[in-house]
C-alpha cells in the first residue's frame, strides 16, 4: 500500500526482476484494474465513518534504460488512467508522465529520475508505481525490511512453485511528527507474484491498513484490491519512442533527433528480418512492435521489396492489424494501395485492418475516402470487393469517430454515383457490414434492383443489420410465389426470430420446395429459432421423403437440438 487514496494505482503495478536478472531487452506491458475502499472518522466513537470507493483501470509500459553508466535503470509509463467506469469515469494525467527508477542489485529501488519538476504529491503518486515493481527473489539474500512512500515496513517472502508470497507486517511511517496520520496497523497483506525472466506475468494482492491520528480523533481505513495481467492487445506507449538513455529525454513532448529515429529503425529492420521470426507469436510480435512505432512506416519498403518468406510476412501483417495504432494503420493503408500488383499482399493488409478495434485514424481515413471516391481496383476482382465489404465491418467493429463518419457518408455517396454492379453490390455489402441503421432505406431501395447479384447483396445486408425495420423488410419478401434469392433470403432470415406467418412460410419450404439447396436453407433458419415444438414435430414427418443426404442431416441435428420450448 501507497499514499492514500491518489496513490492508490501504485500497489497495483508490476514487480521487476533484480537487475541482475533482467537485462536490456526486457520490456514489457501490462493492464491493471484497482479498487480501493476508504473509510475514516474524527471521533474513535463514532460507529458509522464516512466510505469512498476508487476503481482504477489503465495499461503501464516499461522498459530499460541508460543513467550515468550505473545498471539497474527502468523507465516506466502509464497510459489510458481512468478513475471509475463507464459515463463517469475520468482520466487521470498526473499519472501518465513518464519516469525511471534504479533496482539494486537485491531488487529493492535505490534512486529515482524524473524529467522535469513536480510538486510533492505528483511525485509521491509516480514513485508508488516504481515502489511496486520492487520484490526480492533470492531467497539466501532476503532483507526483512523494505520502504515504499509511506515509510519502512517488515517484509516475509513464501516461495511456492514459480509464485512469489509477499506480505507486509508493520510500517514505521515517514514523517509521523509532521503528519495528521501518526500510526499504521497492517490488518491483512497478502500479494501474490508470477515472475518470469524479466518482470512478471502477473501480480495480484490484498491489503487492508488501520490509520490513527494525534490522539486518536482521526481514524481511517483503506482496503485495496488490485489485479495486474498482460495487455489483451499491444498499446502504442509514447514510452518505446523516447530514448535509451535517459539524458537524452526531451522535457516536453518534442520529437525523437533524426539520430534516434535512424537507431530505432535499423532495430525494427533487425527485428523483423531475422529468421525464427515465425517463432513468435503474432500477440507477442505485437507487444514488441509498440516500442517501434515512430518508425513503423519504415516497413513499407520491407513489404513492397519482397524481404520477408511468406509465412513471415503472414505473422507480420497479422501483428500489425493488432499494434493497430495510427501508424500502424497508415502502413497498412499504404501497402493497401501501392501493392496495387500484388493482390495477396492487398487482401493480407485488408485483413490486418479488419483486426483493429481502436478508432480510425484521420490519415487512413483521409486515404479510405480517396480510394472510395476514385473507385479502388485490384487484379483480383475479389480484393477489389473485399476493399468495400472490409470498411463496412471496420466501421462496426471499432469506435465511431469524425474519421468513421466520413467514411459512411463516401461509402453511401459512392453506391448511388456507381453503375457497374459487382462494386455495387460490394457497396450495399458493406453498408450492411456497418449494421447503421442510418443506411436501411438505401439498402432496402435494391431488393427489387433489376440485377440480381445486387439485390441479392441488398437481401444479405438486411441479414446483417438485424434491426426490426430489416427483419420486417425481409419477411414481405417471403410472399412472392417464386424468388430468384430465395436461398440468401433464407439465410438473411436466418439471423432472426422469426414471426409465427413467416416461420410458418419458412417451414413450409423446407417440406415442399422442390429444390434441395431451398430446402437446406429454410432447415438451417429453422435450427435458429428458440421456439421449436411445432417446427420439430413437421419437420420429424418429412424425413419420410426428404431424399437429400445433407437434408436429412440437418433435420436430425434439428430435432435432437435443446432449443427453448414454448410453454
Known sequence: MITL??????SALCALAVSGTANADCSAQYQFAIDTRTTFNYDQVSQQGQQTQLKLSGFISIKAVQHNDESGWWAIKADNVTAGQGQFASELASYTLPFAFRLASNGLISDFWFPTQLNQQNLEQLKGLAYYFQFQRVRSELHQQEQDTLGKYTVSYQFKDSSIQLNKHAYLLRDAEQT???TVQVASS???????????????????LLFSGKGQSLNLKTKQQYQIGPTTTAFPSAL????????NWPN????LSSEALKQLKISLHNLVKKPDLTDTSAYDLAKQLVQFDAVISSLEGVFLQQALSDEAQMRLFNALGQ?????????????????????????RALRALSQGHQPLSPQLSTLLVTQIENGFSSLDSEVT?????????????????LQSSQLHDALSEQLSLVSENTTKSALVTALGNSRDERHFEQIDSYLDYHNNSVQKASIRALGMMQTQRAYNSLEKQLAKPVHQNQVALLKALSHYQLQPAASDAVLAIAVNNPTAENRFAAIQALANQQHQDGIKATLKSA????????????????????KQQTP
Open 5 to 10: 487514496s491518489k496513490a492508490t494505482l501504485a
Open 180 to 182: 495528521a496520520l501518526q
Open 190 to 208: 497478502g500479494h501474490t507474484i508470477t515472475p518470469n525472466a524479466c518482470f512478471f506475468e502477473s501480480r495480484k494482492g490484498q491489503e487492508t
Open 240 to 247: 518505446f519512442s523516447l530514448p535509451a538513455t535517459l539524458d
Open 252 to 255: 516536453t513532448n518534442k520529437p
Open 323 to 347: 499494434l493497430d495504432s495510427a501508424n500502424s494503420q497508415l502502413l497498412l493503408g499504404n501497402l493497401l494501395i501501392k501493392a496495387d500488383k500484388d493482390p495477396l499482399m492487398q487482401f
Open 385 to 401: 470487393s473485399s476493399f468495400y465489404m472490409t470498411i463496412g465491418a471496420m466501421l462496426h467493429s471499432r469506435e465511431p469517430n
Open 543 to 562: 424425413l419420410k421423403q426428404e431424399t437429400s443426404k445433407r437434408n436429412f442431416k440437418a433435420i436430425i441435428e434439428l430435432l435432437h437440438s435443446n
